[in-house]
Nanobody, 126 residues
């Protein structure tokens, strides 16, 4: 399979916004679930949001603040992050997995994802 390349991380003030992008040219929107995860040092990697054949799901901690979308032609997945808080500071990863690997509720489990991009750091501070 091809690469997943994440970009768009950086530093932002509390209350600000960032948009992450994940180039996933080898991963069709119709056959792969794609997701965003984040990791804070010393903590487990957690699922943030995912998109499965157009259906989007979000962790409770980001609902109403983050949106996930994808450009089906360019095969780029986006994570728009608004109203950022210090608790959103983490390394963010994009990932993909074949649709059959994910049943309802399993889309947030990192262990169900086969393909990972490198991380991009997001730092939110006052």
């Amino acid at each position: 399979q091809g690469q997943l390349v994440a970009s768009g991380g950086g530093s932002v003030q509390i209350g600000g916004s960032l948009r992450l992008a994940c180039a996933a040219s080898a991963y069709s929107h119709s056959t792969f679930v794609k997701g965003w995860f984040r990791e804070i040092p010393g903590k487990d990697r957690e699922g943030v949001a995912n998109i499965d054949r157009g259906v989007t799901r979000f962790a409770d901690s980001v609902k109403g603040r983050f949106t996930i979308s994808q450009d089906k032609i360019k095969r780029i997945m986006y994570l728009q992050m608004n109203s950022l808080t210090a608790e959103d500071t983490a390394i963010y990863y994009c990932a993909a997995t074949p649709v059959p690997n994910c049943s309802s509720g399993a889309r947030f489990a990192p262990t169900n994802y086969n393909f990972w991009g490198h991380g991009t750091q997001v730092t939110v501070s006052s």
